[in-house]
T-cell receptor
Framework: EAGVVQSPRYKIIEKKQPVAFWCNPI?????LYWYRQNLGQGPELLIR????????DSQLPKDRFSAERLKGVDSTLKIQPAELGDSAVYLC???????????????FGPGTRLTVL | AQTVTQSQPEMSVQEAETVTLSCTYD???????LFWYKQPPSRQMILVIR??????QNATENRFSVNFQKAAKSFSLKISDSQLGDTAMYFC??????????????FGEGTQLTVNP
């Protein structure tokens, strides 16, 4: 079974430029997460989707960050415009989202390392 | 809000020996889940072990076991017979299950483990 797929693996951009990250979760997983991991720290949740619905986006900086999961499968996270402080690893994770089980194990992708110059 | 603390930024161990990584957490919840994830240089976050707070028995996965002390809010990871492939950043994580599927993970800051030959 294929794991969580993310692309690109690396991205280098100038500040004020836009950037987008793509994630394809494990087949059949209804719940999708985007985390940001700053250097030397643990990941922090940006947004969580249940199928197409964003159910937890309290940590997403909505002035410059946006995300979508239009068909309830793959997802895109966008930053526009990027700032120097956005340099980080962006991790996507998915879980099966079985109804009534709020403690599904999350499986992570390899992440995208973003460098903003 | 929950917090997770890993007080050991770095640790090292000789191959074949045993090492214990520490983790403490703070929560007012009675029902929750705790995890240890491993992140090698490839950045892939890999689940090592999972513990349900309502279970008194400590979880074990092959060479990996935990010492879960609920009253003390402590959750340490013991790695027996350390192997070179165990070299990685290890993250302790807390999850409060939601009524709906899926929930955010709160991570500690990580412990870099190096296994020396």
């Amino acid at each position: 079974e294929a794991g969580v797929v993310q692309s690109p693996r690396y991205k280098i951009i100038e500040k004020k430029q836009p950037v987008a990250f793509w994630c394809n979760p494990i087949s059949g997983h209804n719940t999708l997460y985007w985390y940001r991991q700053n250097l030397g720290q643990g990941p922090e949740l940006l947004i969580r989707y249940e199928n197409e619905e964003a159910v937890d986006d309290s940590q997403l900086p909505k002035d410059r960050f946006s995300a979508e999961r239009l068909k309830g499968v793959d997802s895109t996270l966008k930053i526009q415009p990027a700032e120097l402080g956005d340099s980080a690893v962006y991790l996507c994770a998915s879980s099966s989202g079985r109804a009534g089980n709020g403690a599904d194990t999350q499986y992570f992708g390899p992440g995208t390392r973003l460098t903003v110059l | 809000a929950q917090t997770v603390t890993q007080s050991q930024p770095e640790m090292s161990v000789q191959e074949a020996e045993t090492v214990t990584l520490s983790c403490t957490y703070d929560t007012s919840e009675s029902n929750y889940y705790l995890f240890w994830y491993k992140q090698p240089p490839s950045r892939q976050m890999i689940l090592v072990i999972r513990q349900e707070a309502y279970k008194q028995q400590n979880a074990t996965e092959n060479r990996f076991s935990v010492n879960f002390q609920k009253a003390a809010k402590s959750f340490s990871l013991k790695i027996s017979d350390s192997q070179l492939g165990d070299t990685a950043m290890y993250f302790c994580a807390f999850m409060k299950p939601e009524e709906t599927s899926g929930s955010r993970l709160t991570f500690g800051e990580g412990t870099q483990l190096t296994v020396n030959p």
